[in-house]
């Protein structure tokens, strides 16, 4: 890939490449002709080093036109200006006026790159007496390449920058330019096979497509622009090209969506994955869409900048939704670049640098990650070294009894000793960790990267074994948990018999820290899973939910935005007993339930109206068999602590017991007066509570309303 410099001679040196200029044979800027026309000679030899610098196949570093404004003061009027110039080749020529402009005089330059469309009513007469503010606060609308057409790559990008600069026809000045939008682009990894409900899907990589939705299409370059609605582009689509597992699209890009946005939209891709099955009639096909978030989380950006590349990577473990409206929403690891190049000569013999690919890495299920990097000097063999490994413990034998969570720390020699090796080449870290089947929790490795010379860089990796654990830890559920809208006492549904006032027993509402529970753990555990690693098991990994609404009749009562219970779907009682949900989260001990009180139908309707944590109601529901039989199993391996003490009903109608009543451990023919412990749908509905969409986690809410 080549990237652009380009040489102001005499007075700019504008970095086109990646906003930033690389500048080091001066004798190529000559003076021919005119004495006062200013030669711009374009250079294509300077070294880049960043990931984040600009793209020529996109076009990312392409100037068709500059217009370039002379002031006194920064915050003074234009003095001069020469609009709509051209580049001719790898030259630029600018025409000065010694009357207005002359040199050794110092000014403040002010250049707008590509800007002709929309700054073709500013000419070199007009500009005269503007200030930058009033050049900048012109509005700016780009009609995207929205790829339906077949067309995805834009011919330029708007850009500006401003400087000072003593004109001299000896040593030229230099202005960084900026591009005016952010740049998104999603990369994800597939499985090569999912298995759900004994069939199996193989991915077609080469027809995946992702749309970004709600880019913006208009701002200034003062950004300070407040976005209305009808700047808004709804679908902006982007097919994918490559092989071998790597697969690349055209970026999107979309100028500033600030938090201040009038009726603001949040920006998100839609990944489209087809999958293929084989099935008694032949190979089937169908689309399966996911949601990628972009703004409006906590744990991603809020905004997107202008001259931010956001980089997403995304692991696609399951399968999605049939519907885009309901696609099912991934977690993206963000890295986010300025996108501009670092600012080195082109001899680089005289600088020193080292420069990771990225700084932050993602392995999902895999044993080797390799990092490209370059350094000015080779690698400090002493101190370039894994300098620690964490995890989190959530079965620490010296934890409380509540299930605090302890963070388990490796230093360099413990996480050698564990099998976490770092070795490198001349142009590539090489992280190795074998993940097995009892690696069950994501390890965050730190790796400190160091040459010869000194220059130091941090690289941070997230490792995900097939299967793991995350634990959230609730200490308030006191006031975060409602069960039917009721935070203690016992509860009953609004059942009315025609004889009486009745009602179902929902149970009580207790607290397992003063109650005489056998489990007061207050842990929320999430368990991810995209293979299974048990011998001979018949497991898959499925959507147990019913494919019908079944709202259980009774629970009409208005929860605090005065909604009703009403798109409710409730586990199978059916050929179900085998399939485990890719992403639950079960309940803590604050779903403690009181004994020899519910019935199968009761426990139906404490997990339709179970709420913890932010997590609201009208989506848990009751386990599966297999999902309790694959908790016990963590348990049983001290992966995890014991959950399950006790008999709880499975969707199956029958119950488990673990030997607590029984006597040996296992599922038994139904049974009343036996207890609960519901499960979320976290693959389904995601991981964000109600206050990280600026609700109140205690408050009841009724969740179920379907994804839109």
């Not at 036109?65 to 080749?89: H, K, M, R």
């Not at 920006?267 to 978030?293: F, K």
């Not at 894994?386 to 409380?400: F, G, L, R």
């Not at 109608?653 to 049974?671: C, H, L, Q, T």
Request: aromatic letters at 12%; charged letters at 20%; glycine letters at 8%.
């Amino acid at each position: 890939m080549k990237h652009r410099i380009y040489n102001i001679a005499c007075m700019v040196l504008v970095a086109l490449g990646c906003l930033c200029a690389c500048q080091e044979d001066l004798d190529n800027a000559s003076w021919t002709g005119d004495e006062n026309t200013l030669l711009l000679n374009l250079e294509t030899t300077a070294v880049q080093l960043s990931r984040s610098a600009g793209e020529d196949a996109y076009n990312e570093n392409t100037v068709v036109s500059a217009d370039v404004f002379f002031f006194d003061e920064a915050d003074g009027q234009c003095i001069y200006a020469q609009t709509g110039l051209v580049p001719d080749g790898t030259q630029l020529r600018v025409k000065l006026d010694n009357d207005k402009v002359r040199f050794g005089g110092t000014y403040y330059i002010y250049v707008i790159a590509n800007g002709r469309t929309y700054y073709a009513d500013v000419t070199n007469e007009s500009a005269v007496g503007q200030t930058v503010a009033q050049l900048k606060a012109k509005t700016i609308t780009t009609a995207w390449k929205d790829g339906y057409s077949g067309s995805e790559v834009e011919e330029s990008l708007l850009m500006d920058g401003m400087t000072g600069v003593t004109l001299s026809k000896e040593t030229p000045g230099k202005v960084q330019l900026t591009r005016a939008m952010a740049k998104v682009a999603l990369f994800p990894t597939v499985e090569e096979s999912i298995e759900s409900n004994g069939v199996t899907y193989t991915p077609q990589l080469d027809k995946m497509n992702v749309t970004m939705v709600y880019g913006v299409q208009r701002t200034n370059l003062a950004g300070d622009y407040a976005v209305q609605s009808a700047d808004y582009v709804t679908r902006i689509l982007r097919s994918y090209t490559g092989a071998d597992g790597t697969y690349t699209q055209v970026p999107f890009y979309s100028y500033p969506n600030p938090e201040t946005t009038t009726d603001r939209q949040n920006t998100y891709l839609i990944l489209c994955v087809p999958w293929s099955m084989q099935t008694e009639t032949g190979n089937q096909s169908a689309n399966y869409y996911y949601r990628v978030p972009i703004t409006g989380r906590e744990d991603i950006p809020a905004t997107l900048g202008r001259n931010q590349y956001y980089k997403v990577n995304v692991h696609v473990g399951v399968l999605g939704s049939l519907n885009p409206r309901d696609a099912v929403e991934l977690d993206g690891n963000f890295a986010i670049y300025d996108w501009f190049d670092m600012e080195l000569s082109a001899d680089m013999q005289h600088y020193e640098y080292l420069v990771l690919d990225e700084y932050s890495s993602v392995m999902n299920n895999v044993n080797e990650l390799r990092m490209p990097y370059i350094s000015s000097s080779a690698l400090d063999k002493s101190t370039t070294r894994i300098v620690k490994v964490t995890y989190p413990n959530y079965n620490d034998e010296s934890a409380p009894s509540t299930g605090f969570t302890s963070t388990k720390t490796l230093n360099a020699s413990d996480a050698e000793a564990a099998g976490f090796e770092l070795e490198w080449n001349n142009d590539e870290l090489i992280f190795t960790h074998p993940v097995t089947t009892e690696d069950y929790v994501p390890y965050t490795i730190t790796v400190e990267v160091k040459n010869e010379q000194g220059i130091t860089a941090t690289w941070e990796i997230k490792q995900y074994p097939a299967i793991y654990i995350v634990g959230d830890y609730n200490p308030n559920g006191d006031e975060n948990r409602f069960i039917y809208g009721e935070t203690s006492g016992s509860v009953y549904d609004d059942y009315r018999s025609i004889l009486n006032w009745t009602g179902n027993s929902l149970g009580g509402v207790n607290n397992p820290l003063t109650s005489s529970a056998s489990n007061s753990n207050l842990n929320q555990y999430t368990i991810y899973i995209t293979s299974f690693d048990i011998a001979g098991s018949d497991y898959a990994i499925g959507d147990p939910r019913s494919s019908t609404v079944d709202n259980l009749d009774y629970l009409g009562n208005v929860d605090s935005q005065g909604r009703t219970l009403t798109y409710y779907y409730p586990t199978r009682e059916t050929e179900v007993d085998n399939v485990i949900a890719p992403a639950f989260k079960i309940a803590s001990s604050w779903g403690v339930t009181n004994t020899n009180t519910l019935t199968y139908e009761t426990a139906q309707e404490r997990c339709a109206s179970y709420q913890e944590n932010g997590y609201p109601a009208g989506r848990w529901r009751l386990p599966t068999e297999a999902e309790i039989e694959y908790i016990v199993s963590l348990s049983n391996r001290g992966v995890m602590p014991a959950l399950f003490n006790g008999s709880y009903y499975a969707s199956s109608r029958r119950y488990y017991d673990n030997g607590y009543y029984e006597e040996e451990p296992g599922f038994y023919p139904y049974a009343s007066g036996k207890v609960v412990r519901c499960v979320y749908d976290v693959w389904y509905w995601g991981n964000e509570k109600l206050s990280e969409k600026g609700g109140r986690d205690d408050q009841f809410v009724w969740g179920d309303e379907q994804m839109r």
